[in-house]
């Protein structure tokens, strides 16, 4: 079962009691979203090996997507994208670049449900994710971005909402940093109202809103690279996937029916075949046999991805092309949206 089908199923509210006042009080949550995340009309579920590619593709010690912010842009007004934890951890821990906090929530899916401008350039975002299928949860902080915010300037919130908002380093130059220029984080109104209520100390609110905000910020970077291949000419394989006669079946026995989907998979990228084991070896010293990661060259509108791959002794495989070129259309901002 998808984190989506979780969220739209959900009913149960989200109460605590008021630090203030002690009455019980609702804060907006899973259940609070259930209905219009049903309504969206695009809604993705990747794959695990394109998991593992967008990972690459966004963190830091990868190949990186700020120089190409004029390119990326959310493909529907509203839209909902979702992928399994375990090989997003993989693909991390693999290429040493970032791991999950040691006290991030415990989940089997992550899921970010966004809004956007008609032309994909400016929106809100919040996190879903679920351990079961009835144990789902969102953040309780918000980013909201505009990707077409100059250095020096504020992006504006889609929203048009007031209210405080940080802004978040990426430790990338300044023209490249499109997580710090173009996004902005704030907690969802119930729970600022709720925290602002709980007389908290200057470090108890920092603590709180530092482990708050990884709830979302570790996703920004995954949705803009999964973004970027959208917009490629060719895009990504994408299938849609129905339920029609498993749903006949739920709705017999009482139970909700599963949301239809695409299912969105890796491109294709250049092999390694292996070196028949009888082939001669050469003489010459080689390096010993190392992993060299994968970058992400912008020229124009083409994006040039020099795929990961080993360098050294031949035993271990030859590379028969390290480098796959992405064609982008400047028109490619027209929004998509599945029936």
Known sequence: MNLIDGVVQCRTPFLVRDPASGAVMALNNAADCAERVAHCPLRYVLTDELVHLCAELAYPAGARVGACADLLRAPAERLWVEWRHAPWQRALQQHGSLTMPADSPSAERYGIWARSSPDGRRGVLRTFWGATEHD??????EAYFDLDTA?????????????SCVRLDDNEPPDEDVL???FRFRYEPSWERYYANAALTREQKFNLWRHAVRTIAMDVPMLLAFFLLLATRNGLPQRTQTFERLNRRRLRGGKAPLLEHIEVRVPMLPGHPQVPRGEPQSTRMSPRLHHVRGHLVRR?????????HLRGSARAGIVRTRTVVWSIDRGAGAARESG
Do not use: K, N, T
């Open 136 to 141: 789902v949860l969102a953040s309780s902080v």
């Open 151 to 163: 250095a020096g300037e504020e992006p504006e919130p889609l929203d048009g909402a007031e209210g």
């Open 180 to 182: 710090a220029r173009c």
């Open 300 to 308: 124009g509108s083409q994006i040039f991805w020099r795929v990961p």
